[in-house]
């Protein structure tokens, strides 16, 4: 028999990769190389805070959607007359919410869009 603790096989240390992120957001397409972007499913949740109600503000956000739908990361890009509070939240937000992927010729790819978002005005 073998001695007690060792295994047959070697055992490889899987230490956790670092990853570059901005690398690996770079391998997701941008809107414009999609065929067809990606869509949102359902809607985006209240943000439930009541000076959304009484001010307007506006933040752009890119959101990064890996070919399954999922939203890997959001990060604000630009914002104007928005509290902390909110614009903490609005990542965290993003990364809740589930997408139909983008495709580029009938095959699903990670991508990122960029979202404009108008905050406490009036919906047309």
Known sequence: GL?????????ATLAAPKID???????????KELTTQP?????FPDIGIPWV??????????????ELGV???ARIVEHANMPRSLL??????????RFVP???DSGAVA??????????????
């Open 3 to 11: 001695p007690s603790g060792r295994s047959t096989f070697p055992v």
């Open 21 to 31: 992120e901005t690398t690996l957001f770079l391998s997701y397409a941008s809107a």
């Open 39 to 43: 869509s949102l499913i359902g809607t």
């Open 53 to 66: 109600r009484s001010s307007r503000g506006r933040v752009v956000v890119d959101v990064y959607i890996d």
């Open 71 to 73: 939203v890997r990361d």
């Open 88 to 97: 903490a939240r609005i990542p965290l937000l993003w990364r809740t919410m």
């Open 102 to 104: 983008g495709e580029i």
């Open 111 to 124: 991508s990122r869009i960029r979202i404009e978002m108008a905050i406490g005005e009036e919906e047309q």
